[in-house]
């Protein structure tokens, strides 16, 4: 298996073609306090180019969501940094991490997260809305049009399935044009065929888009999806799998869990 080290940033001339989307730098995050302090990420340290679709996976308290949570501004590590498009995520208050958030970051979650009281189109636009930024009506009846919502843009979330209400949610990480896209267990809610929709969608963003996807998840099929894994093990960055297989991602799972029991 392939040690941390092959995951520190790079610095070498390849930096200059291809940019860093997200870059984390020995980032380090405890919880509690000194009689049951726990060490949930250990010196993370990644640099992911713009672009790319990366899946996180490991056993359970792994580090997973605290590392999601710490790349996407949504907490802040005790040490280290982490870089999105080239900038620090801020040591500023509240309102700046706030800002710095809606500018360059997408979040799908697993239970979807839309706001009931509105419809799909006020749903897809409202972070443009809340950055005050002008929304372009035509623009995002386009895009759920494409996902296949067009007939449904008047319909709140409970009026639709999960998979529609995902697609909703992955339309409105979208619509700002954020520089990276971080999913949590974004399948975890789904029945199988939702799910490849929703991964087609996903992966469609990296492709067609340039976006650069980071996705935790505990589905060997969806981790396939993305074009390497990252696997954690006690807050730290044990191993990479790039073009990943199902088979393969499963088998790295299973040596993994195995050595977390023991
Ligand atoms: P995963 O997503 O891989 O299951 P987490 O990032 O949720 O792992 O958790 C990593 C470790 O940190 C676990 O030991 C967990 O119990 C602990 N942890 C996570 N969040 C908190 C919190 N808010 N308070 C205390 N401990 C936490």
């Not at 949504?74 to 940094?81: C, E, F, K, Q, S």
């Not at 006020?122 to 372009?136: I, Q």
């Not at 995002?140 to 697609?167: D, F, M, N």
């Amino acid at each position: 298996m392939t040690t941390t080290a092959a995951f520190a940033p790079d610095a070498g001339p390849s930096d200059a073609t291809r940019r860093v989307a997200l870059r984390l730098d020995d980032v380090r995050k405890t919880y509690g306090t000194e009689d049951n302090r726990v060490t949930a990420l250990d010196g993370v340290s990644l640099a992911l180019p713009a672009g790319t679709f990366t899946a996180v996976m490991g056993p359970s308290g792994s580090g997973k969501s605290t590392l999601l949570q710490c790349a996407a501004g949504l907490d802040r590590p005790d040490a280290g940094t982490v870089h999105v498009d080239g900038e620090q995520l801020t040591h500023g208050g509240e309102a700046a991490l706030t800002k710095f958030r809606r500018e360059r970051i997408g979040f799908v979650f697993q239970q979807f997260n839309l706001l009931p009281t509105l419809t799909v189109l006020e749903n897809t636009v409202l972070p443009l809305r809340l950055a005050g930024k002008r929304v372009d009506r035509a623009a995002a009846v386009a895009v759920l049009t494409r996902i296949g919502l067009g007939e449904r843009l008047g319909h709140l979330p409970a009026q639709l399935s999960g998979g529609q209400q995902q697609r909703v949610a992955i339309a409105r990480a979208l619509v700002t044009r954020p520089k990276v896209v971080f999913a949590d267990e974004p399948t975890g809610a789904l029945d199988t065929r939702s799910a490849r929709d929703v991964l087609g969608l996903l992966q469609e963003a990296v492709t067609t888009h340039g976006r650069t996807l980071v996705m935790v998840t505990h589905d060997p099929v969806a981790a396939a999806y993305a074009d390497s894994v990252l696997f954690l093990a006690d807050g730290r960055i044990v191993g990479r799998l790039p073009q990943p297989t199902a088979e393969a991602v499963a088998a790295r799972m299973t040596h993994l869990t195995d050595r977390a029991a023991l």
